[in-house]
């Protein structure tokens, strides 16, 4: 019931697989919140239901139609068609079809819908999820933690353990969120990252992540990402994907506003031919100097 007949998870699983995406993928995922795994399914519950409708078939005994559901519902919610005065009902309804169901795609959807109502509500359904026997439960509840207002008040020790795994893809993920939330006792981990042999992925997501930390020992690392060329890593990246990781290091830097990034854009800019680049590149530096 997807795209070329492929379950969703599954694409997103093989998306995540790959260790030089990573880095590109996980920030997205993290402001597209859900946006992997929604996208690939075309023939689904008609799209006139109501989130009231999907929640009522989400509670259904119609085991099939549970995870369907969930994933329209997170749909719903990413079209921002949930009134606000709505939110609470619909957080304690999806908080109780998580914790009764066995359906681990159903438990998946609704983390994932929850991340996308970025409300403090949902935060303790996430932190619940974050022990769930799936990874992908696993992975989407650290992602939907990157949505929730950056005033939370959390335990974060759960995530900052997430950072010792071997699953690269939610070591990208909580490396990101931890920066992203600027959690200060995450710092040194992520640092230890950036010797990570888990792959590229991990240690250019450590890299990127420590410039909200504005930590000098970054830079090597920001340098390297930001004089990739075409030929890098053996010819693995395309332009895109290329340009992805280096406009992650300069959304970061305007984010910042960290000065010693200056002479790491300085370097790329002499070298640069992607014009895209250049452009975001230049605009970031006269930020960067003025």
Do not use: C
Not at 11 to 22: C, T, V
Not at 242 to 267: D, Q
């Amino acid at each position: 019931m997807s795209d070329n007949g492929k379950n969703p998870s599954k694409i997103d699983k093989k998306i995540l697989d790959n260790p030089f995406l990573g880095s590109l993928v996980v920030p997205v995922a993290i402001v597209l919140v859900g946006a992997l795994i929604i996208f690939g399914v075309t023939k689904m519950i008609s799209t006139d239901h109501s989130y009231k409708d999907l929640v009522r078939e989400m509670k259904s005994k119609t085991f099939g139609n549970k995870w369907v559901a969930a994933l329209e519902l997170s749909k719903v919610i990413a079209a921002n068609k949930v009134p606000p005065e709505e939110v609470p009902w619909l957080i304690d309804n999806m908080t109780e079809t998580y914790n009764n169901t066995i359906d681990h795609r159903t438990r998946d959807f609704i983390v994932v819908a929850v991340g996308a109502l970025k409300n403090e509500r949902g935060l303790k359904l996430i932190k619940r999820a974050l022990s769930d026997p799936d990874k992908n439960v696993r992975f989407h509840a650290v992602v939907s933690l990157g949505n929730m207002p950056k005033s939370i008040i959390f335990n974060w020790r759960p995530v900052e353990k997430f950072l010792e795994s071997d699953d690269y893809g939610i070591v990208q993920a909580a490396t990101l969120v931890l920066a992203t939330h600027k959690v200060r006792t995450s710092e040194e981990k992520i640092v230890k990252l950036l010797d990570s042999k888990l792959g590229y992925g991990v240690r250019y997501a450590a890299a990127t992540a420590l410039i909200q930390f504005e930590n000098d020992l970054a830079l090597s690392v920001i340098d390297e990402i930001l004089l990739l060329e075409q030929t890098s890593l053996d010819g693995r990246l395309k332009v895109e994907e290329l340009r992805g990781l280096k406009f992650n290091i300069l959304t970061a830097a305007r984010g910042t506003k960290w000065v010693k990034l200056t002479a790491s854009i300085e370097k790329m800019l002499a070298k640069e031919k992607d014009i895209k680049v250049i452009a975001h590149g230049k605009e970031v530096l006269n930020l960067l100097k003025k």
